[in-house]
T-cell receptor, first 114, second 111 residues
Framework: DGGITQSPKYLFRKEGQNVTLSCEQN?????MYWYRQDPGQGLRLIYY???????QKGDIAEGYSVSREKKESFPLTVTSAQKNPTAFYLC?????????????FGPGTRLTVT | DQQVKQNSPSLSVQEGRISILNCDYT??????FLWYKKYPAEGPTFLIS?????DKNEDGRFTVFLNKSAKHLSLHIVPSQPGDSAVYFC??????????FGQGTELSVKP
């Protein structure tokens, strides 16, 4: 059945290391998104991609990088430049990038950096 | 600045009673609104939406009301059930399909 997969569920890293979070969807959606959630805050947009081989920065892109080489995949790299990387990361996708398209979310990856 | 605000971080109601979750927004040009529900350690799931051409949208136990003049929307859950206990986010889609989320309200429904 169709959906969005994020792996792993929990990830631990040492400070100073880059880490890549996986996001795969088999919904045939064009648009994909990365958000992070911190306690007591809503979801904040990191990067988004409206189509393959294209992506744009969201509101908090500093310290992150992405790629969109395939329609199904939108990996997020948390670099050592990200000052507060510990958070819950959520990937989402939608059919298109218009304003009325519902976004479907993956189960999330909780990243802990010590 | 926060364009979508949920000023109540938490709400506790008794099973069977009504839950009312509130959301305020700042931009009168916003024309579509969504509510998402999120359980701990899971991704949000879409719950219900409303277009600005309506003032009410109902889906089973869930009803969303929109007051454009007050830039306010509310989600009503009647009757509330323990399984409704979750964090509820209101969100507004913007150009490029981006969603702007409120801070969320944690609903606890007690048996």
């Amino acid at each position: 059945d169709g959906g969005i997969t994020q792996s792993p569920k929990y990830l631990f890293r040492k400070e100073g290391q880059n880490v890549t979070l996986s996001c795969e969807q088999n919904l045939n959606h064009d648009a994909m998104y990365w958000y992070r959630q911190d306690p007591g805050q809503g979801l904040r947009l990191i990067y988004y991609s409206q189509i393959v081989n294209d992506f744009q920065k969201g509101d908090i892109a500093e310290g992150y990088s992405v790629s969109r080489e395939k329609k199904e995949s939108f990996p997020l790299t948390v670099t050592s430049a990200q000052k507060n990387p510990t958070a819950f990361y959520l990937c989402a996708s939608s059919i298109g990038s218009g304003t009325a398209y519902e976004q479907y979310f993956g189960p999330g990856t909780r990243l802990t950096v010590t | 600045d926060q364009q979508v605000k949920q000023n109540s971080p938490s709400l506790s109601v008794q099973e069977g009673r009504i839950s009312i979750l509130n959301c305020d927004y700042t931009n009168s040009m916003f024309d579509y609104f969504l509510w998402y529900k999120k359980y701990p350690a899971e991704g949000p799931t879409f719950l219900i939406s409303i277009s600005s051409i309506k003032d009410k949208n109902e889906d089973g136990r869930f009803t969303v009301f929109l007051n454009k003049s007050a830039k306010h929307l509310s989600l009503h859950i009647v009757p509330s059930q323990p399984g409704d206990s979750a964090v509820y986010f209101c969100a507004v889609p913007r150009q490029g399909g981006k969603l702007i989320f409120g801070q969320g309200t944690e609903l606890s429904v007690k048996p």
